[in-house]
């Protein structure tokens, strides 16, 4: 299995980017040890496995290196090729370029190829070719044009085939390739018009060769994003006519059709290639393997700094640029097995398929469970609801693709028709997928806020907030306090933080806004009480729990009956308009966990604190107005949610209020109330306690005699 | 049908003992249940759960480990060390022989049922073979440290389980040494406990070997290689007992806590062969220590210190949805410990080890219905008497003037004289009581007092002239040949005539006194007989079953009495034959031949034959009717059944005369507050 090794970085000069910031890295003859030469005037020796040069040697000032520099396997002495036609050999206990010795050739050099096993070869840009020796023995001596004119050398390489180089290069004119073959056992040089095929746009951005016996397998990687193979003899039957050599697609769009730089090809064994380049058009560049007999991605690695489009391999090693340092990345190439080369799948998204949001169906699920007596039945639902799952509704599908696109008038109809079918099963799934849907497009597009259809939804009876978890902060964000009511009426498991969001706003809100809104005013009652007839009632629940006739009781009781009355002169009327209670009175019913409410409590203002207490003494005045401590109302908030709320806003925010003036005197008053009917309620315990004494009286006449005689009549 | 006034008894200080061990006999569908005062009882479970025969306790005899061989014999080892074989025909002790280890606390018969297996005090497990009229020492297992408190054997025989303190032995029968020795964890919830007492083990066909401890674990070990291999904890007190269906699919454990918990093997997932012990009900029925369990093929079977024995159906093995599915909750001896003396307005209480009797009070105002008369004299203790010797008594029996008692325990017979005059009152006993007068099961004495009928447990009925302070043996049925099923029940006519005699489970016989001879035997009914009379002038015999049938055999006639063959024909009322208790006393008014009174422990009833037969749509129990309601309707929803259901649990009721109705409760709750406290369990919001 092929694997990319953890990259490290080689050169820490930052180069220039692009060819003239690296001309290439060769082998020493001491292996991990590389030659860089940089685009410009240095040749640097690096050992790798160190990462650290252990030479470096620069042309003068005003000389340019034209070729990369290699090393003379036969000598060990490195060949460096400046201003096209400069030779310059050194090895490694040299220090000056210019010192060392020098060759001045007759024509321009294109390459200096160095393998082991031969000398040096030099490729002219004519396309004629040399050994080193026999040029150094006549610096000046004629070179041969090979070329015609306008033919350039793309690129190069040579291979030891049976102990003899072959050279190839290719070459370019007017948009065709040649391929030239220079073997130096049989001294002969072939050429190949490269047939692109039925490809023939495509443009031949890289190439890259291996060599089996008979035949040199050149890849090129053409601007398709394609990589393409052709099979070149090395020994032609004719080597005198030219012939044409047909290239066959090897792997399908391995980079990205119209990447125009950056991409580069090299071979690393007999099946795996590693290509540079950005694998999709918008991504960036990487790093890949691809296994070639598989046609599979082996591994990739993201080059997010970019690269130039050149690739060097050199045992195990991948050198490429990747931003302005020279990156090593170690390969290693293990024996694979079948389920391994099968290796990753390229990641696609078909832009086409949309994802459908995943809910658990916990109603469906139901109905396993051990030795259920109607098993069967259950099962036999089960297995409808599945087929119900499995195929959604058209209308649903439909409806989605309203959504995507279309107005809000449209998806309104739309959703109108849906809601009109049946109801399956897992409804509310499919209604949560419909308002995450809406609430997808509201983030992707603000000015999108189907209000009616989202209020139609949350009509449905059958959404939770853990359905539509963005819903209520949507909401929340558009101050779209109709829709808050209506979810906290509606949600049955809404977090504190939301209850107390919720709250935030209905208390900050103006009462200009809340005029303009719709609001549910089923929870508030007669909330224009005039101040006076409210007066009026307000003596009324001083006799809560005792009898108004029977004024035979004690001063005590004229007492209780004074003190409310303070209180109730103080809180004059309702503190909030009708709508602004209604929105309140929400957030009363609202289920909450005391933990959890607490702390977002805490956050609130301090005058909206005070507001909401004074209503909520308000409504627990309005409570003790009659003996069942109800409000009249269709939904009115109970008072044991109007104490809880009392309290727990004391408890959050009582060092607050405490220093308002204002609130304290409500605190005052609130005290004052709530003491009165404290003494009522100690009263009231007296005389349960006297009614409980009888019955236990009577229990124990029943029971706890040992012996008695009584009569019996049988009928 | 009549006002009554009725002398409400609730000073029978009565506590059954708590029950300690249970053995459920699947051949013949029985409950052998042990008390802590080492009386055991058999319960015919398919005989609607009645209590049909037991064998009276003893001091030192604290039954520890019980359980059934095979011909449904029944054995039982206590703390006195002694190996006990129960003979179930003659309802006495076969033999009993000392183990020689010392209190025995475990007992467990071979899966083949041939031999018995002890664990004792000092360490030793004892194998017996059982052979058919004894059983044989055979040899001693590996001594262990401690007491062997728990025995199981592997169903294949080869091994055995011995639970221990601390640890868990398993031993190769064959070899008898140990081959695997499985240390218990003694950590309670990072308590470290003194010690691990191992309740019970349960050995498994595939090996596994589940153990209950001090520590209220259940645990599952695995006894090829002596480790554990699952641990439930399920209690924070003591797991005292485990009981394994024969399916081995469900096993059920008793918690010191009263709960009792069904584990069940359960697939895995659905439709997978991988099955493991899965936790999956729990019931709570008890309020104490559950000391005893049992899984009979489709019911729980439970018992403990708070005296009930209960019986739970397995609601997924029941076919049939009926009453019987329902769950019983046994607490009062299926048989009568209260007698009482008519003309004097005595009753005669028995205890265990004694006996009270008490004069009831009077009163002479009147009133109507439900009132609570004021007393003009109050009840009176008057006796107190103490057996002699460590026996339980068996029966007891005053006669019908007040002047007899007489009582039995194991080994010996009493009859005392009491003297009245005035306030005092003296006892006498009669002594030189006839050798053969050894053991009772059951006393009668005749209306007129003169005669005293004695069952005893050879199967003879013996009938002794009693004269003023001392006594003629008259005669002696002896048993019909061949037959040596003891009698429990008697029943003599008022007139003297006839005394009736019944067994657990041969029909009735009839015995004419004048001539002394068999007059005729009652045919033979599936369902055990709980109760017998004789009526006054048609002397006709009333026969109640366990199945709560109720028949009238006419004994001049030889034959069932037009009727009960009436009311055969036509079937009893559902909710007449869905009460779970038996009818424990039959009784006759002396003025109105065509009432029969009988009870149960949660109604009386009186039927009057006159009346027409309820069917299944009329209501049985029907409450007191408006008194304004015009005799018309009155007389068209009337029925033969009149039942009275204010006054339970109901251990007694007889009729004093015409008007006064005697009944003795004992209400649950008395009996609760005489228990040790229960483990104290903390409850939500106390």
Redesign the interface.
């Known amino acids: 299995m092929a694997a990319l090794e953890e990259e490290f970085t080689l050169s820490t000069v930052p180069l220039g980017a692009g060819p003239n910031g690296l001309l290439g890295v060769e082998q020493s003859d001491k292996t991990d040890q590389f030659l860089v030469t940089h685009g410009g005037r240095t040749v640097i020796l690096y050992k790798v496995s160190d990462q650290k040069p252990l030479g470096s040697w620069s042309v003068k000032q005003g000389q340019i290196i034209t070729c990369p520099a290699v090393c003379n396997f036969q000598t060990g002495e490195f060949i460096v090729v400046h201003d096209n036609k400069v030779l310059r050999i050194w090895n490694t206990e040299d220090v000056n370029l210019d010192k060392v010795f020098k060759a001045t050739l007759s024509a321009e050099i294109y390459r200096i190829h160095s393998i082991q096993g031969t000398e040096p070869l030099v490729l002219f840009k004519e396309g004629a070719v040399r050994g080193l020796e026999a040029l150094l023995a006549e610096p000046q001596q004629k070179i041969e044009t090979v070329l015609s004119d306008d033919e350039v050398i793309k690129w190069t390489k040579v291979f030891m085939v049976f102990r003899h180089p072959v050279l190839i290069f290719i070459t370019e004119k007017h948009g065709n390739h040649f391929a030239y073959i220079q073997t130096f056992s049989s001294r002969t040089l072939s050429k190949y018009t490269l047939f692109h095929g039925q490809e023939e746009k495509s443009v031949i951005q890289n190439f890259t060769a291996s060599v089996d016996r008979k035949f040199i397998s050149l890849m090129s990687l053409s601007s398709d994003g394609c990589v393409y193979e052709t099979l070149i003899p090395i020994h032609p039957r004719d080597p005198d006519e030219n012939q044409r050599v047909v290239r066959s697609l090897l792997l399908k769009t391995v980079v990205a059709g119209n990447a125009r730089s950056g991409v580069a090809l090299t071979v690393l064994d007999q099946d795996h290639v590693a290509v540079l380049g950005p694998p999709l058009p918008a991504s960036k560049e990487c790093l890949s393997i691809w296994n070639t007999k598989f046609q599979t991605l082996q591994t990739s690695r993201e080059l997010p700094q970019g690269t130039s489009g050149q690739l060097w391999y050199f045992g195990e090693n991948l050198f490429m640029l990747h931003g302005k340092f020279l990156t090593v990345i170690p390969y290693k190439c293990e024996v694979s097995s079948l389920a391994g080369a099968l290796g990753k799948l390229k990641h696609s998204q078909d832009p086409g398929t949309h994802t459908v949001p995943h809910f658990v169906n916990w109603e469906a699920s139901r109905g ?1 469970g ?2 259920s007596q109607n098993s069967e039945q259950s099962k036999r639902i089960l297995r409808r609801r599945k087929i119900e799952v499995n195929v959604p509704p058209p209308a649903f599908e439909q409806l989605l693709s309203t959504i995507k696109k279309d107005s809000e008038k449209d998806i309104e109809v739309e959703l109108c028709k849906f809601l009109a079918v049946k109801r399956t099963p897992d409804f509310h799934t499919i209604v949560g997928d419909i308002v995450l849907e809406l609430l997808g497009r509201h983030t992707t597009e603000p000015s999108f806020y189907p209000r009616n259809s989202l209020m139609q939804l949350i009509q449905t009876h059958v959404l939770s907030y853990s359905l539509c978890p963005g819903l209520m902060e949507a909401a929340l964000e558009k101050t779209d306090v109709q829709m808050l009511q209506l979810c906290l009426q509606q949600f049955p498991d809404i977090p504190e933080s939301i209850t107390c969001a919720c709250l935030k706003i209905f208390l900050s809100i103006s009462d200009d806004s809340l005029q303009e809104t719709e609001i549910n005013m089923e929870s508030v009652s007669d909330c224009s009480d005039p101040v006076q007839e409210k007066m009026d009632e307000q003596t009324e629940i001083l006799q809560n729990g005792f009898n108004a006739d029977e004024q035979n009781c004690d001063s005590c009781d004229r007492k209780l009956n004074q003190k409310p009355q303070d209180a109730a002169e103080e809180t004059t009327s309702c503190p909030v308009v009708p709508k602004r209670a209604a929105l309140l009175n929400a957030i009363l019913h609202s289920a909450y966990s005391e933990m959890f409410l607490l702390p977002h409590l805490k956050d609130i203002p301090a005058q909206h604190v005070t507001l909401f207490l004074q209503y909520l003494y308000f409504l627990y005045l309005k409570c003790s107005e009659n003996a069942t401590m109800t409000l009249p109302g269709l939904h009115p908030p109970t008072l044991n949610q109007i104490m809880d709320w009392i309290c727990l806003l004391l408890d959050a925010n009582f060092t607050v209020v405490v220093m308002i003036p204002e609130a304290k005197r409500l605190l005052l008053s609130l005290y004052k109330f709530v003491k009165s009917q404290i003494c009522i309620c100690s009263e009231l315990n007296k005389i349960e306690v006297s009614f409980r004494e009888l019955q236990k009286l009577n229990q124990e006449k029943n ?1 706890r ?11 | ?11 029978f200080n009565y506590v059954p003992s708590g029950i300690r061990c249970v053995a459920y006999n699947n051949q013949s569908n029985r409950l052998a249940v042990s008390r802590t005062d080492g009386t055991v009882e058999i319960y015919n479970l398919s005989a609607n759960y009645f209590q049909e025969k037991f064998f009276p306790g003893h001091e030192s005899r604290a039954t520890e480990a019980l359980c059934w061989a095979k011909g449904q014999r029944l054995f039982s080892g206590g703390l006195n060390g002694e190996i006990i074989e129960y003979d179930l025909q003659a309802l006495n002790i076969k033999y009993a022989m000392d183990a020689f280890g010392g209190p025995i606390w475990s007992m467990a018969v071979s899966p083949c049922g041939s031999q018995l297996l002890v664990g004792c005090e000092d360490g030793s497990v004892k194998l017996f073979q059982i052979t058919p009229d004894k059983i044989q020492f055979e040899r001693n297992f590996d001594r262990q440290k401690s007491r062997i408190l728990s025995l199981s054997w592997h169903p294949s025989g080869t091994h055995i389980a011995a639970g221990s303190i601390d640890y868990i032995s398993v031993f190769d029968v064959k070899s008898g040494s140990a081959v695997h020795k499985m240390l218990v964890d003694r950590q309670y919830m990072g308590v470290s406990k003194r010690k691990c007492i191992i309740w019970g083990v349960a050995f498994l066909s595939d090996g596994t070997v589940i153990s209950v401890d001090s520590a209220g674990k259940v645990q599952f070990w695995d006894s090829a290689t002596g480790t554990l291999v699952k641990n439930h904890l399920i209690a924070n007190a003591d797991v005292q007992s485990i009981a394994v269906s024969d399916q081995e699919d469900s096993f059920v454990v008793g918690t010191a806590e009263g709960t009792v918990f069904h584990f069940q093997l ?1 697939s895995v997932t ?1 439709n997978s062969s991988e099955k493991q012990w899965v936790r ?1 009900k729990p019931f709570q029925h008890h309020t104490h220590d559950v000391r005893a369990v049992a899984h009979s093929p489709t019911a729980l079977i439970s018992g403990g210190t708070d005296t009930h024995l209960v019986i739970r159906p397995l609601m ?1 093995k029941v076919e049939v949805k009926n009453y019987d599915a329902a769950l019983r909750k046994i607490t009062f001896p299926h048989r009568r410990l209260i007698s009482c003396s008519k003309k004097r307005h005595l009753l005669l209480f028995q205890f265990a080890h004694h006996l009270e009797l008490w004069r009831l ?3 002479v105002a ?8 004021p ?1 003009s004299k ?2 009176d203790h008057l006796l107190h008497l103490k057996t002699k010797g460590p026996e339980n008594i068996i029966c007891s029996c005053i006669s019908p003037c007040g002047s007899w008692i007489a009582y039995s325990t194991t080994s010996r017979f009493f009859l005392y004289r009491l003297n009245y005059e005035h306030d005092n009152i003296s006892l006498q006993r009669v002594s030189k009581m006839p050798a053969f007068l050894r053991s009772a099961l059951q006393i009668l004495f005749s209306e007129d007092s003169t005669k005293l009928f004695v069952a005893s447990n050879q199967g003879s009925l013996h009938i002794i002239r009693l004269l003023e302070g001392s006594f003629k043996h008259l005669h002696t049925f002896q048993p019909q040949s061949g037959t040596v099923e003891s009698m429990c029940l008697l029943a003599v006519s008022p007139d003297g005539n006839w005394l009736a005699a019944s067994g657990t489970s041969a029909g009735v016989h009839v015995y004419n006194i004048k001539h002394l001879k068999l007059h005729c035997t009652v045919p033979a009914y599936n369902f055990p007989v709980t109760a017998l009379a004789i009526a006054p002038n048609t002397n006709n015999l009333v026969i109640a079953h366990s199945d709560q049938q109720v028949f009238e055999y006419s004994i001049p006639d030889k034959q069932y009495t037009e009727w009960s063959r009436t009311i055969q024909k036509q079937g009893f009322h559902y909710l007449w034959l869905q009460r779970d208790t038996p009818i424990t006393h039959i009784s006759f008014h002396p003025k109105r031949p065509m009432h029969i009174l009988l009870h149960d422990a949660y109604m009386f009833c ?1 039927i009057d034959k006159s009346l027409p037969l309820p069917n299944d749509k009329t209501l049985l129990y ?1 409450p ?2 408006p008194t304004n309601e015009s005799d018309v309707i ?1 007389r068209r929803t ?1 029925h033969a059944f ?1 039942i ?1 259901k ?1 006054y339970k649990p109901l251990l007694f009721m007889d009729l004093l005369d015409e008007r006064t ?1 005697v009944a003795v409760e004992r ?1 649950l709750d008395d009996i609760i507050a005489q228990l040790p406290p229960p483990i104290k369990k903390k409850k939500f919001g106390t």
């Open positions: 396993y051990f030795g029971n005699e040992l012996y008695s005689i009584e009569v019996l009549e049988l009928f | 049908m009549g006002e009554f006034k009725v002398h409400r008894v609730r000073f359960v659905s999956t997924e009070g009077s009163t009147t009133g109507k219905n439900g009132d609570t008369l007393l109050d009840a009186i029907n007191l009717p009155r009337a009149k009275s204010i109705l209400p």
